[in-house]
């Protein structure tokens, strides 16, 4: 069994945006929308600075109170997008439930969405005229190459169809000509999904939802689901069952994270390049 070292894998593509950062001219300018104060929500932003300063990317904080209405924000980050000095935007997720989610995230334009979470991004990156892939989709992309994981003719079983981890998985999935399936937390009888995968994806933020008794022997596992479980970070998969059962593995904390990041600045300097 092999544990899937995110944080390694990491280090060693940040080197790369560094060197690609240093040569663009101007240090690449990332502006992060944060609404509310929600300390976990404050956390991930803090990591993603140090990250990207790390990298030789500025970023910008824009930060609004969590009684903003959804015309309100939509304005302020109407004139966020078009600041000339921001070469990518983030919103980061979740945001209050009195404000429409979609409705602020179509407000990216494609030229500036490194999440590609616009309606319009996400429609790009479907019919394969997006230069940037989603930041998780991306992450994992890199984990199968840095690991010579092969998906072609295996059973995929993605859990979970949200917008940040299952939807944009799928998508590229497909793309690449994969055969999978989808099921969720309410799908009858999901050991039997689970039980006949070969490469299993969860982004379902369930905490240990998946246990060893649902898996097959030599399973491959990427865990990209993220939930706080008795204080702590907890992923989708129970990992003290499953890796007995597994082939290959990713930690949470310390997999699909720290690699997500990295693609998401890796997107902030190609974005940056293309308007140049």
């Given at each position: 069994?092999?544990?899937?070292?995110?944080?390694?894998?990491?280090?060693?593509?940040?080197?790369?945006?560094?060197?690609?950062?240093?040569?663009?001219?101007?240090?690449?300018?990332?502006a992060?929308?944060?609404?509310?104060?929600?300390?976990?929500?404050?956390?991930?932003?803090?990591?993603?600075?140090?990250?990207?300063?790390?990298?030789?990317?500025?970023?910008?904080?824009?930060?609004f109170?969590?009684?903003?209405?959804?015309?309100?924000?939509?304005?302020?980050?109407?004139?966020?997008?078009?600041?000339?000095?921001?070469d990518?935007?983030?919103?980061?997720?979740?945001?209050?439930?009195?404000?429409?989610?979609?409705?602020?995230?179509?407000?990216?334009?494609?030229?500036?969405?490194?999440?590609?979470?616009?309606?319009?991004?996400?429609?790009?990156?479907?019919?394969?005229?997006?230069?940037?892939?989603?930041?998780?989709?991306?992450?994992?992309?890199?984990?199968?190459?840095?690991?010579?994981?092969?998906?072609?003719?295996?059973?995929?079983?993605?859990?979970?169809?949200?917008?940040?981890?299952?939807?944009?998985?799928?998508?590229?999935?497909?793309?690449?000509?994969?055969?999978?399936?989808?099921?969720?937390?309410?799908?009858?009888?999901?050991?039997?999904?689970?039980?006949?995968?070969?490469?299993?994806?969860?982004?379902?933020?369930?905490?240990?939802?998946?246990?060893?008794?649902?898996?097959?022997?030599g399973?491959?596992?990427?865990?990209?689901?993220?939930?706080?479980?008795?204080?702590?970070?907890?992923?989708?998969?129970?990992f003290?069952?499953?890796?007995?059962?597994?082939?290959?593995?990713?930690?949470?904390?310390?997999?699909?994270?720290?690699?997500?990041?990295?693609?998401?600045?890796?997107?902030?300097?190609?974005?940056?390049?293309?308007?140049?």
């Open positions: 069994m092999i544990i899937l070292d995110g944080r390694k894998l990491a280090e060693k593509l940040l080197e790369d945006i560094r060197k690609e950062a240093a040569e663009f001219g101007k240090k690449p300018r990332l992060a929308v944060v609404v509310g104060d929600d300390p976990v929500v404050r956390k991930f932003v803090a990591q993603k600075k140090k990250a990207a300063e790390s990298a030789g990317i500025e970023v910008r904080v824009y930060e109170e969590s009684a903003i209405t959804t015309n309100d924000l939509r304005r302020r980050l109407v004139e966020i997008v078009h600041e000339k000095k921001n990518g935007v983030i919103i980061q997720l979740p945001l209050p439930s009195q404000v429409n989610t979609q409705y602020i995230l179509n407000a990216v334009t494609p030229e500036k969405d490194v999440d590609v979470l616009s309606a319009r991004s996400l429609g790009n990156f479907v019919v394969g005229k997006s230069p940037v892939m989603p930041p998780v989709a991306g992450a994992i992309k890199a984990i199968f190459e840095e690991y010579g994981i092969q998906y072609a003719g295996r059973r995929i079983v993605i859990a979970g169809a949200g917008a940040l981890v299952g939807r944009p998985v799928a998508l590229w999935l497909l793309n690449a000509g994969a055969t999978l399936s989808i099921i969720r937390s309410s799908t009858p009888s999901p050991e039997e999904f689970l039980r006949a995968a070969d490469i299993i994806i969860s982004g379902m933020g369930e905490p240990r939802f998946i246990t060893g008794d649902m898996l097959k022997e399973v491959i596992i990427i865990d990209a689901g993220t939930s706080e479980s008795e204080g702590k970070i907890a992923g989708d998969i129970d003290e069952s499953a890796t007995p059962k597994a082939s290959y593995i990713t930690p949470v904390p310390g997999g699909v994270g720290p690699v997500t990041v990295v693609m998401l600045l890796k997107n902030v300097v190609i974005l940056a390049r293309a308007r140049s």
